[in-house]
């Protein structure tokens, strides 16, 4: 075999190799993860409320190659979380509830992928952390929800640190 034939062979054998390398790799990631559902046990890993007690968003985020998520009893904790300048853990999967689907009071599935929603910040709703930032799948859901109860609709890369204030959550929870 003369030496270009070999090198062409040898570079589309690499190629292939590569391309079917990164298709793994991707359908590993895009296959990712689904969403989970909590039931009445299920705590909050910040703070160890009730995901089922309290009204309004909650979110979950998958962390590297762990198989359960991190869950988080309103938006506001899951916003604070990821704009931590110490978050530092791979992020694989983020989460939220749609809740223009949702029941505000009891919500309950609706997940979809966070960092592709849109948030209204400083509406009249609150959440178990008091003052929270509704998701919405749709943009015209959030400026519909705006409408009706205030605030301002943002993309999730438009959601800022100080935006996602965890101060006096404890003070709007009459049972604690």
């Known amino acids: 075999m003369n030496h270009s034939r070999r090198n062409l062979l040898m570079g589309a054998t690499v190629l292939a190799l590569q391309g079917a390398l990164a298709a793994c790799s991707r359908s590993t ?23 089922a ?3 309004g968003p909650k979110a979950q985020i998958f962390f590297g190659s762990q198989g359960k998520p991190v869950w988080y009893c309103d ?18 999967a ?22 592709q929603g849109w948030y209204v910040i400083g509406s009249k709703r609150h959440g178990s952390m008091g003052p929270t930032i509704a998701g919405f799948r749709k943009e015209e859901a ?12 943002v993309r999730f890369a438009d959601v800022k640190a100080e935006m996602a204030d965890l101060g006096g959550g404890a003070l709007h929870d009459h049972r604690m």
């Open 94 to 115: 983020v989460y939220t509830q749609d809740m223009a689907l949702a029941d505000w009071d009891k919500p309950r599935g609706h997940w979809f992928d966070a960092r």
């Open 142 to 153: 959030a400026e519909k929800f705006a409408g009706a109860y205030g605030g301002k609709v």
């Open 29 to 51: 990631s895009a296959a990712a993860i689904a969403p989970a559902d909590f039931d009445q046990a299920t705590t909050c890993d910040l703070d160890g409320m009730m995901l």
């Open 53 to 55: 007690d309290y009204p």
């Open 75 to 92: 938006t506001v904790e899951m916003f604070s979380t990821l704009l931590r300048p110490e978050q530092v853990r791979k992020v694989t």
